[in-house]
């Protein structure tokens, strides 16, 4: 009869296993997608890291403790650059507000998802998986947003934009991944700051998805976003984590940087130590971060994300 010990011994190794895979693919993500498909999962391994580690010294295996403690640091320091706050902005910068949430088709909290977004006071607020049926419930908002952009049902778009600030369109785009995912853009002045925003809905990582998929849709995306100039702002939900080749690729070629703070927003059931952290706001040089708050679950896998973003060198505002 295996032992307990035995058993716990195994979980230690496979552990620790599991999370070199996860640290290769980190290094390793710009090489194949299973490197990256495998980097997604750093924060979940930290904490499986730390729980290994610990339950080796317990049972007395201190090379094994040893060897899973070195690799939940190595882990943390990999991941700590992309979960800590923004460095301060002067006082003085105009600042405004985004609320991004994908509100899952099926959710039926939408009256919560209305108040939060009033009580938010978020200049501008992107949704992503809307239908119909939410794009009816999400109506009294206009009171408060008289400006709003929706693309829910034409082709696969799924997008809806609420603005204090005049939103002109600019392009509804079906990306050439399999799923035709959508990138909406349009030009909005928020804080004295005229930019163009971007939001997408990024197709899902492999196996869902054919292998390929995510990475030519982030290039193209990437290219997309590089294409207008002075400020630009990329919301959305990407399915994919900050440190992995999606995010760094649109971050790269569109000369935007991803704004970093503690808290995974999927799946939304999981502890925020668990959570992958795929719903992200990217900006161009001239607005820089001030702070990302994760919210509570409100009806949907994914949680919301409020950023509070600084307009420091208007300089880059505006055409």
């Given at each position: 009869?295996?032992?307990?010990?035995?058993?716990?011994?195994?979980?230690?190794?496979?552990?620790?296993?599991?999370?070199?895979?996860?640290?290769?693919?980190?290094?390793?993500?710009?090489?194949?997608?299973?490197?990256?498909?495998?980097?997604?999962?750093?924060?979940?391994?930290?904490?499986?890291?730390?729980?290994?580690?610990?339950?080796?010294?317990?049972?007395?295996?201190?090379?094994?403790?040893?060897?899973?403690?070195?690799?939940?640091?190595?882990?943390?320091?990999?991941?700590?650059?992309?979960?800590?706050?923004?460095?301060?902005?002067?006082?003085?910068?105009?600042?405004?507000?985004?609320?991004?949430?994908?509100?899952?088709?099926?959710?039926?909290?939408?009256?919560?998802?209305?108040?939060?977004?009033?009580?938010?006071?978020?200049?501008?607020?992107?949704?992503?998986?809307?239908?119909?049926?939410?794009?009816?419930a999400m109506q009294p908002l206009?009171?408060?947003?008289?400006?709003?952009?929706?693309?829910?049902?034409?082709?696969?778009?799924?997008?809806?934009?609420?603005?204090?600030?005049?939103?002109?369109?600019?392009?509804?785009?079906?990306?050439?991944?399999?799923?035709?995912?959508?990138?909406?853009?349009?030009?909005?002045?928020?804080?004295?700051?005229?930019?163009?925003?971007?939001?997408?809905?990024?197709?899902?990582?492999?196996?869902?998805?054919?292998?390929?998929?995510?990475?030519?849709?982030?290039?193209?995306?990437?290219?997309?976003?590089?294409?207008?100039?002075?400020?630009?702002?990329?919301?959305?939900?990407?399915?994919?984590?900050?440190?992995?080749?999606?995010?760094?690729?649109?971050?790269?070629?569109?000369?935007?940087?991803?704004?970093?703070?503690?808290?995974?927003?999927?799946?939304?059931?999981?502890?925020?130590?668990?959570?992958?952290?795929?719903?992200?706001?990217?900006?161009?040089?001239?607005?820089?971060?001030?702070?990302?708050?994760?919210?509570?679950?409100?009806?949907?896998?994914?949680?919301?994300?409020?950023?509070?973003?600084?307009v420091t060198d208007p300089t880059?505002?505006?055409?």
């Amino acid at each position: 009869m295996i032992s307990f010990k035995r058993v716990l011994r195994f979980g230690v190794l496979a552990g620790l296993g599991g999370m070199l895979c996860v640290l290769a693919g980190v290094a390793g993500a710009s090489l194949h997608w299973s490197f990256d498909l495998a980097a997604q999962f750093l924060l979940p391994a930290t904490v499986v890291g730390a729980a290994a580690a610990a339950t080796a010294l317990i049972c007395g295996w201190l090379r094994l403790a040893g060897a899973a403690a070195l690799a939940t640091a190595l882990a943390f320091a990999v991941a700590i650059p992309f979960t800590t706050s923004s460095a301060a902005v002067p006082s003085d910068a105009t600042r405004f507000r985004v609320l991004l949430f994908n509100v899952w088709f099926n959710n039926y909290r939408l009256a919560d998802v209305r108040r939060v977004i009033e009580n938010s006071k978020a200049d501008i607020v992107v949704l992503v998986e809307t239908t119909p049926r939410i794009r009816d419930a999400m109506q009294p908002l206009s009171a408060t947003y008289p400006y709003k952009l929706d693309c829910t049902g034409a082709g696969r778009c799924d997008i809806m934009i609420f603005s204090r600030s005049r939103l002109v369109p600019r392009e509804v785009k079906e990306t050439s991944d399999p799923d035709h995912s959508p990138l909406v853009s349009a030009e909005t002045e928020v804080a004295g700051c005229r930019l163009t925003l971007f939001a997408t809905h990024m197709t899902r990582p492999f196996p869902n998805r054919p292998y390929w998929a995510q990475r030519a849709q982030a290039e193209e995306i990437g290219g997309d976003v590089a294409a207008p100039g002075g400020a630009k702002l990329v919301v959305g939900d990407f399915n994919a984590a900050p440190w992995g080749y999606v995010i760094h690729t649109i971050a790269k070629r569109g000369g935007v940087r991803a704004l970093t703070g503690a808290g995974g927003t999927w799946p939304s059931i999981l502890p925020p130590q668990m959570r992958i952290p795929i719903d992200h706001v990217l900006a161009s040089p001239g607005l820089s971060f001030i702070s990302r708050n994760v919210l509570p679950k409100l009806g949907s896998d994914h949680l919301p994300v409020l950023a509070d973003i600084a307009v420091t060198d208007p300089t880059q505002c505006g055409r």
